[in-house]
């Protein structure tokens, strides 16, 4: 399983393959943390393996940066392609971003599980649930919070 991570001691981001029951080395500070052999499999997360979570949700694995630079190259040469340039750069980028797969990704450590499908109830990300697991809202809470929603959006 292809997982794209940060380390909890020094903040680095970095990419690595996950082993069930193996460990994860930070490439700089060399903390580790240890990875469930349970949980998941090289298609589907059901717990974090990492942190134990079992609150994942739904990304496209999409670089951001890539598409915003083909529409940028294809502006560039609208002089000299009469437009077609950028019409044709923005073609290539809904192909790669149909072309990509969802990822998932852990809400409280954030981990991208890059080979991952997401399974049912595994949705798009969710602020109000980041916010319960990461900062300790109560589920309470949010449970009143998304009655009350439904509630207004009746109305
Ligand atoms: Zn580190
Ligand atoms: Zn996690």
């Given at each position: 399983m292809r997982i794209r991570t940060q380390c909890r001691d020094c903040g680095l981001p970095f990419n690595e393959r996950l082993l069930a029951g193996g460990e994860l080395v930070c490439p700089k500070c060399g903390a580790t943390r240890a990875v469930a052999?349970?949980?998941?499999s090289e298609r589907q997360?059901?717990?974090?393996?990492?942190?134990?979570?079992?609150h994942l949700y739904r990304q496209r694995d999409f670089n951001r940066g890539l598409g915003c630079l083909l529409v940028a190259v294809g502006a560039v040469l609208v002089p000299w392609t009469y437009g077609l340039s950028l019409i044709l750069l923005s073609l290539v980028d809904l192909w790669l971003y149909r072309r990509l797969r969802d990822a998932v990704v852990c809400y409280?450590?954030?981990?991208?599980?890059?080979d991952a499908r997401p399974a049912t109830g595994q949705d798009d990300f969710d602020l109000l649930k980041h916010d319960v697991l990461?900062?300790?809202?109560?589920w309470q809470e949010v449970e009143e919070i998304e009655a009350r929603r439904g509630l207004s959006s009746d109305g």
């Open positions: 052999a349970e949980g998941w997360v059901n717990a974090c393996p990492i942190c134990g979570c079992s409280r450590c954030d981990t991208v599980y890059r990461k900062y300790g809202k109560s």
